[in-house]
């Protein structure tokens, strides 16, 4: 008996036991459908680029819970692998961002408190962050993730948005939902030639010496830990948050990467490095051409910029012999702007590319241009993959297809800078992407753009000579029945102002609106115009005679978009 | 003038050579010239040799082998014209953030591509002294320009042999940005001169901690601690040390006559004084303790500050020994120098060789590279100026403008587009608005000052 109630005692806990089993195995049953059936994966019969220049043809690759496990034309395909025809497929590695903003929210100011002495702020109010970490600000369901995945890229850095030195930038890959995808944090420190609005530092003569300030008490106050550490009677150091994160910079562990948007800011931050000694990392090149030399002494790692201006010159039927004499440099200017990476390539200075600044619809096309204008498409791959994994420190495992490496990888319907090139599926941490192919004669059609709603809520930030500024966009309704209120940092100084928005016109991608500013008993009308990008906006604020700026907005995700 | 148009094309190709590292020096014999040189009378039919930059040999019937030469007979030639008050060239005048700034460079912030480097050349200005802004009462440190244009590298256009300078505000800008736009110190003159003492008394501890942490060093096994670094501070401590020339904007006499006092008890010696429109009511005690005052010719009356003034001015100050210049403080003014220099012989019968001086080795001596440039001297480096007329004629018009011996204006070969840089986006050229840039209040007026309601026009 006694064994017999045993033997029950038994199998009733055998039983709540495969109960609870089975109901952990019924949580994982995935009832979406999403869950891959199998993490090993074969491309075969494909053309496949294993680096620049490397192409083999009718190869397969092999690969296994997000490593390459094999590459070439003489691969024995495991049973229980998912096999993709590569039958006229082009396979690349996936692309490496240099930088990117993609995901990443900047974080609110502080609020001023009214005896606010715009002389003295903290480090925070004057947009000094070294601390942040970029992937405390980034939504990784954001769409714009999405879209550069889509465009081919499945490792980027992401840099923090802020003001002069906004904080620590991280590597991520485009890979699952499911995981969190880090690589690596705290890769590198994120400065910017960008003032503090009515704060001092205001403008850039404040901002170089700000930079400089802190890059020199941080040494100073490594010394006095230091000093401290290792001797007694020492008064205790005054520990500094900001000085303390400066430390990996000091110590050349991680670079600064500073952010330029001309040659003449491209030479401050080349100035700061001559002075301090820091590691340098110049994202957003432009300009290059009068500053060979000088990047060529700096050492510096070059990320040039994916934008390309717009043509405004375009040839026009009543084009006048004024217009045709003053638009002449113009056009000149703009054809040297599409040279420019042809350029470094010229030098033999080796450079990657970075997305931040740019737009992903127009990825594929500036390349492209790029291409037409002198640069070589091993060059343009390179600068995509096997260069910047060298500029990020991954090229261990990440930046060329090889048994080993990470399996990240892109495949397209057509040699990947041609025209008809279109991204079927990309390969980011072993998980698979498909993309619709279009006909030819739709694929010209831009796709993620069209009936993209602009109701929503949208953050912006504009740029003027007086610093960085910034507020919310609300805009309800839709086609012709627009209506908004925006929110702007106040002119006198403090807090915040609202007005509402007026003239909202959408048409194609453009956004264009106007608002009245008052202030002092003075009406000012602002006028702002500009380009849709899915939940992207960059165009140009306009202040009548006190001139245009820069003005960028990205929509906030809505919980429908999850 | 056939001569002339044949050498033209003979420089041009030395002109346009991109500078890399070492800024351009050329060689150019001038000859037949009516020379003035400012500090040695006028010589007539005279010929002046620059080799390698510097001014060889003054004297008649000279040649040289291998060197353009320019027949200026009938000609006038003079030294290049030296702006001791500028804002060209600047992609930022002020950070009117905090009341003291001396930590800030303007050599940070040159913008070589700015056309009005050339318009100025075009008026005979081969030296611009880019100042700071006036919205704070310790600006930042200022640079010398010499106006090589046509260079990519903002470092070209340093005058590297230059003394650091560096900007004063005196008066109404300072206490209506800071203490009428953000109530802090200064709201009043009081203000000012408080905040100025305040921060040399500071500057003294702050030299003293760092000569207490070296001495502590070189003991034996002693392991101080490093004082807290401050740039600010540390620029104050030059100052007090004689290492910078202060420049301070200045309208009225009780300011100045204030800050001369201020400067005496601080043992500082090395101060300009700009505008300086009451500066007739103190001019015994301008050329006593200072090294002079930088006027306008004839502007006054855009603010309450400035309605006490006359155009006699600068021939009052240099009658009673003040070491006198005549400043633009302007992108357009900066054209015509020379005319505003001719005022003071309408308003004050001032002498052509006094004169003259208001623009050449007076602003050399302010900004203190008068052994270097400003008059036409053997040794000194070959910045000048071919004129038709008298450049004190009102029908004087430049001809030619050399600076180290390199030709960068000639009327004769003067494009209609003398842009270095063109944006590839903009078909319209934003020449009003920038121009409006060119002054002391340039980016204050719009962020603190209700979008400039009252104040926009009254820059300086």
């Known amino acids: 008996m006694k064994i017999c109630t045993n033997h029950k005692l038994l199998s009733s806990l055998i039983v709540a036991v495969f109960f609870i089993l089975s109901l952990k195995t019924h949580a994982q049953s995935d009832p979406s459908g999403t869950r891959r059936v199998s993490s090993s994966y074969a491309i075969t019969n494909a053309t496949i680029t294993t680096s620049p220049g490397k192409t083999i ?240 002494a700096s050492n510096a790692i070059i990320l040039l910029s994916l934008s390309l201006p717009e043509d405004k010159t375009k040839s026009k039927e009543d084009a006048t012999e004024e217009y045709k004499a003053r638009t002449t440099r113009v056009k000149e200017a703009y054809q040297q702007a599409l040279k420019q990476a042809s350029l470094l390539e010229k030098e033999g200075i080796k450079f990657g590319f970075a997305t931040a600044g740019s737009k992903s619809g127009d990825f594929m096309k500036n390349l492209q241009i790029m291409i037409e204008n002198g640069l070589s498409e091993n060059t343009a791959l390179a600068a995509l993959t096997i260069h910047n994994a060298e500029n990020l420190g991954i090229q261990k495992f990440a930046g060329t297809l090889e048994k080993g490496k990470l399996a990240n990888m892109v495949i397209t319907t057509a040699p990947l800078f041609s025209k008809d090139a279109q991204v079927k599926h990309v390969i980011a941490d072993g998980y698979l992407f ?44 839709s086609g012709s029945n627009l209506k908004g209120i925006i929110t702007y940092d106040d002119p006198t100084g403090n807090g915040t102002a609202q007005a509402d928005m007026k003239d909202i016109k959408v048409a194609d991608n453009n956004l264009s609106f106007s608002f009245n500013v008052s202030a002092g008993g003075m009406d000012i009308r602002v006028n702002v115009s500009g380009e849709i990008d899915g939940s992207q906006f960059s165009g140009q604020i306009s202040l009548g005679e006190f001139g245009s700026f820069p003005m960028n907005a990205s929509k906030k995700p809505t919980s429908l978009n999850f | 003038m056939k001569k002339l148009n044949i050498f033209i094309a003979a420089i041009l190709t030395l002109v346009w050579i991109p500078t890399q590292g070492q800024t351009n020096k050329g060689s150019v014999l001038i000859k037949n010239a009516t020379v003035l040189t400012v500090t040695n009378g006028t010589l007539e039919d005279t010929d002046v040799l620059v080799e390698n930059g510097i001014i060889k040999k003054i004297g008649k019937g000279l040649s040289a082998s291998n060197v353009t030469t320019i027949d200026a007979k009938g000609k006038y030639l003079m030294p290049g014209i030296i702006d001791a008050h500028s804002h060209v060239a600047l992609d930022a005048v002020n950070e009117a953030t905090a009341p003291i700034t001396s930590e800030v460079q303007m050599a940070d912030v040159v913008d070589p591509f ?175 303790y200072t090294m002079g005052a930088s006027v306008f010719a004839d502007w006054w009356a855009y603010k309450f500050e400035v309605y006490y003034s006359t155009a006699y001015n600068a021939a009052i100050l240099t009658e009673n020994n003040v070491i006198t210049s005549i400043n633009s403080d302007s992108g357009e003014l900066i054209r015509h120098l020379y005319h505003e220099a001719a005022k003071t012989q309408r308003y004050g019968q001032l002498s052509d060789e006094q004169a003259l001086a208001l623009i050449t080795i007076n602003p050399a001596k302010q900004l203190g590279i008068a052994d270097k440039v400003g008059s036409i001297e053997e040794g000194k480096q070959g910045d000048l100026v071919i004129f038709d007329e008298h450049p004190l004629s009102v029908y004087a018009i430049p001809q030619m403008t050399f600076v180290d011996g390199v030709k960068y204006f000639d009327i004769h070969d003067d494009a209609d587009d003398m842009r270095i840089k063109v944006s590839a986006t903009d078909t319209v050229e934003p020449i009003f608005l920038k121009e409006h840039d060119h002054n002391c209040m340039h980016g204050v007026d719009f962020f603190f000052n209700n979008f400039g309601r009252s104040l926009f026009q009254h820059s300086h």
């Open chain 2, 114 to 288: 700015d056309v009005g480097l050339y318009r100025a050349l075009a008026g005979g200005v081969t030296i611009s002294h880019a100042m700071h802004g006036s919205a704070n009462a310790i600006g930042g440190q200022n640079i010398t320009l010499k106006h090589r244009y046509g260079t990519y590298n903002p470092e070209d256009l340093y005058m590297k042999e230059a003394p650091r300078t560096i900007k004063f505000a005196l008066g109404e800008n300072p206490t209506r940005v800071h203490g009428r736009g953000k109530n802090i110190q200064p709201r009043t003159r009081m203000g000012v001169e408080a905040i100025i003492r305040n921060g040399f008394n500071e500057a003294l501890q702050y030299k003293k901690s760092w000569e207490n942490y070296n001495t502590a060093l070189k003991q034996k096994g002693a392991t101080p601690i490093p004082p807290k670094h401050d740039a600010r501070l540390q620029t104050l401590v030059d100052i007090l040390d004689g290492k910078i020339i202060i420049h301070c904007h200045s309208y009225r006499a009780d300011e100045i006559y204030a800050l001369i006092n201020t400067c005496r008890d601080f043992g500082i010696t090395n101060i300009v004084f700009s505008h300086v429109n009451e500066g007739f009511k103190v001019a015994p005690e301008l050329a006593a």
């Open chain 1, 57 to 296: 043809q009718g190869a397969t690759i092999l690969f296994k819970d997000g490593l390459v496990t094999a590459v070439g034309t003489n691969v024995s395909i495991p049973k229980g692998t998912d096999i993709l025809s590569g039958d006229s497929l082009f396979v690349y590695p996936g692309f490496i961002d240099g930088a990117s903003s993609a995901g990443v929210s900047r974080p609110s100011d502080p609020e001023r408190p009214a005896n606010f002495d715009s002389s003295n702020p903290t480090d925070e109010q004057a947009g000094i962050t070294p601390w942040r970490a970029v992937l405390d600000h980034h939504d990784k369901q954001n769409n714009a993730i999405g879209d550069w995945r889509k465009a081919g890229f499945t490792i980027a850095q992401l840099i923090p948005d802020g003001g002069m030195i906004s904080g620590k930038a991280a590597i991520i890959t485009y890979g699952s939902g499911y995981s969190t995808n880090i690589l690596a944090e705290n890769t590198a420190l994120m400065a910017r030639f960008r003032g503090s609005r009515g704060v001092y530092p205001g403008t850039p003569l404040g901002v170089m010496a700000k930079f400089r300030d802190v890059y020199k008490n941080a040494e100073l106050s490594a010394r006095h830990t230091k000093l401290f550490a290792s001797n007694n009677g020492l008064n205790r150091p005054e520990i500094n948050k900001t000085y303390q994160a400066m430390y990996p910079v000091l110590d050349k562990n991680i670079p600064v990467i500073f952010e330029v948007s001309n040659d003449l800011e491209t030479r401050r931050a080349l100035r700061l490095q001559k002075e301090l000694g820091f590691k340098l990392v110049l994202s957003g090149v432009t300009e290059v051409e009068h500053l060979i030399s000088e990047i060529k």
């Open chain 1, 434 to 477: 498909d993309y619709e192919t279009k006909s030819k004669k739709s694929a010209t059609e831009s796709s993620n753009t069209g009936n993209t709603s602009i109701a929503g809520e949208w953050e912006y930030t504009s740029d003027t000579p007086a610093g960085s500024s910034g507020g919310i966009m609300k805009i309800e309704g």
